[in-house]
């Protein structure tokens, strides 16, 4: 189909909000877009419709997304718009990017600002320093140390912090640390001077230098303000202050920014991110237009009915459901975790025997352990399921497919769809923060027990905020089925059984749930006593 045909075509199906969203003749745009509202369909449009009719062009042009995988799926749709699109693997360190629309992360765009800065000084371009946790662990002596302490780093670099002003800040902020204030600071200080002898930069010091450099240099600030005319912000509400200091630069003093933002959404605050920013967005730029989206086309009435319980009173009123009837979601409280992993596996062996397929369905959890729980049950099964990306890709096991074989019992047909090799179809297991942004038809959300949602540490209100509303992002994953559930007992990563609790905010989405049996077929029970058995041995 003709590049033009597809846009009209994409641009007929539009709503009404849509619609405004993707033609007001606004420069200055927020849009805010609830869960399943379209909001990357609309955006792509919204930088085609401009390139189109000439009010921007594609060369100056930049959309500034979250992860690798947004950037490239925004690619991708606007080459299908006919839009030029500038490939980023072409552009060597420091080099001029291919023409066309800039789409990457908002550290890519200040490595590459630097990079460039240093190839027409004459200067060696940055390097960048990896594994900041592990360089931490050494600096602090105490791997236990060292966890509390790198988030805190984060939380201060966000801030645009140095070392010497982290102690004032963090009590300013009531933050606690384990390590302490006065550790914590020693500790960023020894780190900062190592990239220093270095002459190394991590991610967070790429977003601050290179919003030194459109600050300090006039010159190269006036070449960058020519070449990223038109800038496009996703996921705004993640935003944190050095990202928003570095758009700001990017800006000059213009006004021509469209952010896209969903304040039930923001989930990184514990991370540096600053979620008031979305909301006073529009006051802090002149003549800036609001479009909601208030429509949520991907999931049933139901799946948002239990989402919306989940949430409570919002700020921000969530979408309202126009997608087709499903199913009610369903809460099943398991005696165990091992019960509670072999009741989902088969739930996910069901529905592939009714037709469905593995990667269609997920498993969603608040912590790694939980997952592994899962992960060993679906192995047993020989379920093949893969573990979500990191929202850089990062390598290694994530994104991996796991699929093991299983045994057909004499007398037994092989399960419909089981893996005798790795084909790409398979179950992804993810926890809360790597799910945003992804969909399936089928979410099993486990775990869902006091100390885990909220998350033990979150003491403060606006801690267990965030984490209503991350568990407000889980449970908007689904189209049409949406299977919550908790354990009565769980062996705890220290080896100790405990009794355990249902979430305090699970109640709600009961109320609008209908409650599941929480029993095992015979041969599935079969396996969980010997799980059972082989843990009493561990």
């Not at 190592?194 to 991590?202: I, Q, V």
């Not at 990202?243 to 039930?264: E, K, M, S, W, Y």
């Not at 006073?280 to 049933?300: F, G, K, Y």
């Not at 010997?530 to 843990?535: K, N, S, T, V």
């Amino acid at each position: 189909m003709p590049s033009g045909d597809r846009f009209d075509r994409a641009v007929a199906d539009l709503t009404e909000a849509q619609h405004r969203a993707v033609h007001t003749p606004s420069e200055a745009l927020c849009i805010v877009a609830g869960a399943g509202s379209g909001k990357t369909r609309v955006l792509t449009l919204r930088v085609a419709r401009r390139i189109r009719d000439g009010s921007t062009e594609a060369d100056h042009t930049v959309v500034c997304t979250f992860t690798r995988k947004a950037a490239h799926e925004l690619r991708n749709r606007l080459s299908l718009f006919g839009v030029a699109v500038s490939v980023p693997a072409r552009a060597p360190a420091g080099g001029v990017p291919t023409p066309g629309v800039r789409a990457g992360t908002l550290h890519q765009l200040g490595l590459t600002l630097l990079r460039r800065h240093a190839q027409d000084a004459g200067d060696p371009p940055p390097m960048l320093a990896e594994h900041r946790f592990r360089t931490i662990a050494v600096l602090a002596g105490d791997p236990g140390q060292a966890s509390s302490i790198d988030p805190e780093i984060a939380w201060a670099k966000a801030r645009c912090l140095a070392p010497e002003d982290y102690v004032a800040a963090a009590q300013s902020h009531g933050r606690s640390v384990p390590a302490g204030l006065d550790r914590t600071a020693t500790v960023f200080a020894a780190y900062q001077e190592g990239l220093r002898r270095r002459r190394c930069l991590d991610l967070d010091d790429v977003l601050v230098h290179s919003a030194d450099l459109l600050h300090a240099d006039a010159t190269f600030a006036d070449a960058v303000h020519w070449r990223y005319r038109h800038l496009s912000v996703d996921e705004f509400q993640d935003v944190n202050p050095a990202q928003f200091r570095l758009i700001t630069a990017l800006l000059g003093g213009r006004h021509d920014l469209c952010v896209v933002g969903d304040p039930n959404q923001a989930i990184y605050g514990w991370n540096g991110a600053d979620p008031q920013l979305l909301m006073q967005l529009p006051a802090l730029i002149p003549e800036m237009e609001t479009v909601r989206l208030d429509e949520n086309h991907r999931s049933s009435p139901q799946v948002v009915a239990a989402a919306s319980a989940a949430l409570g009173p919002a700020a921000s009123p969530p979408p309202r459901s126009v997608a087709d009837n499903g199913p009610m979601a369903v809460v099943t409280a398991y005696d165990s975790d091992l019960a509670e992993a072999e009741g989902v596996t088969a739930l996910l062996q069901a529905r592939v025997e009714e037709g469905g397929t593995w990667s269609d369905q997920a498993v969603l959890a608040r912590t790694h352990d939980q997952l592994a729980t899962v992960g060993r049950a679906l192995t047993r099964a020989g379920v093949p399921y893969r573990i979500a990306p990191g929202p850089e890709g990062l390598e290694g096991l994530e994104g991996a497919i796991h699929a093991v074989p299983k045994p057909v019992e004499p007398g037994r047909r092989p399960r419909r769809g089981a893996p005798d090799s790795a084909d790409g179809d398979a179950v992804e297991l993810a926890t809360f923060h790597r799910a945003k942004g992804l969909e399936w038809a089928s979410v099993h959300v486990v775990g869902l027990e006091e100390g885990f949602v909220p998350i033990v540490f979150a003491e403060s209100a606006e801690a267990r905020a965030e984490e209503r509303r991350l568990f407000y992002v889980a449970l908007t994953r689904p189209s049409v089925d949406l299977h919550c559930s908790w354990a009565k007992t769980r062996r705890m990563a220290n080896g100790r059984e405990m009794e355990r609790q249902p979430s305090p905010w699970l109640a709600a989405v009961a109320r609008v749930s209908r409650t599941g049996s929480g029993r095992l077929a015979p041969r599935d029970a079969g396996r969980l006593i010997a799980e059972i058995r082989a843990g009493l041995n561990r």
